[in-house]
């Protein structure tokens, strides 16, 4: 389940800022093989409580062609979310667990936390992935966490091994809208890693390619998406665990004893 939605995010975040879709004109009609957000913003939700995001659209999307088209009968449409303590739909101004009949929602953060807001119709599904951050102090740093890059070739590879994440590992990035800004993230570890790495504090800065708040790393040093192959991120926790997200690394929260593996292949 992760995999798969891993890798049908990745395509499409790198459609979405790489390639583009294009919206079919008439008369000519998408075959929908598969959904999307109309708004790549939407598929990573990052807020605090009371925060209310509107306009998240389901898009019919041709899995040859990429063009999108809206869905016509939008009465078939249902929205869910994993967990409506944390997040709900508005239907009006009236706090919802799910609604339907509908191709564009709203919704309200309500508590801190992490959920799945999905669109379901014609047995496919898409989902954005919430996180409501706390409202307290932040945790300026998490220490033991080792991160490996797995580049294109050799030439390119580097790691680090138990060093410390800080938050401030990302103050270069004027938009970080979708980076977790009271604990550090994957993102925070792999620039944090490039600056060791490099021994050069700007690394990151100069190096890391970054769309969407954080929310897709379109580069690392030379090696950028292209097509179907880019970057993925897999976690190794302290007890080995193999764990890998099927969200933005900018939202992953790091604990202590992770390793971070980020390797360049096909989705």
Do not use: C
């Not at 101004?93 to 191709?103: F, G, H, L, M, Y």
């Not at 496919?124 to 992935?129: I, P």
């Amino acid at each position: 389940m992760f995999k798969t939605k891993q890798k049908f995010l990745g395509l499409v975040m790198s459609l979405a800022l790489g390639l583009t879709f294009f919206v079919a004109p008439a008369p000519a009609k998408a075959a929908t093989d598969m959904l999307t957000l109309a708004d790549s913003e939407h598929f990573t939700i990052l807020g605090e409580v009371n925060d209310e995001v509107a306009d998240i659209q389901v898009l019919g999307l041709d899995g040859t062609t990429w063009m999108t088209e809206e869905i016509t009968d939008p009465e078939n449409i249902e929205w869910t979310t994993s967990d409506s303590s944390v997040v709900k739909f508005l239907d009006g101004s009236t706090p919802v667990a799910t609604i339907d009949e509908t191709d564009t929602v709203k919704i309200r953060l309500l508590t801190e936390g992490r959920a799945y807001v999905t669109a379901h119709y014609d047995n496919m599904e898409v989902s954005a992935y919430v996180v409501v951050e706390t409202d307290g102090s932040p945790t300026v740093s998490v220490s033991d966490i080792s991160v490996y890059v797995d580049a294109p070739g050799t030439v390119n590879d580097f790691y680090v091994i138990n060093e410390t994440v800080n938050l401030t590992d990302l103050d270069w990035m004027l938009d970080n809208g979708k980076t977790l800004k009271k604990d550090s993230s994957a993102l925070h570890g792999l620039a944090m890693a490039g600056n060791e790495y490099y021994s050069d504090p700007d690394w990151a800065e100069n190096n890391l390619t970054v769309f969407s708040g954080g929310s897709y790393v379109a580069g690392i040093g030379a090696d950028f998406a292209s097509g179907t192959e880019g970057w993925m991120y897999t976690i190794v926790d302290v007890n080995n665990n193999i764990i890998e997200p099927d969200f933005a690394a900018s939202v992953y929260e790091l604990q202590s004893g992770d390793s971070v593996v980020w390797e360049y292949k096909n989705w």
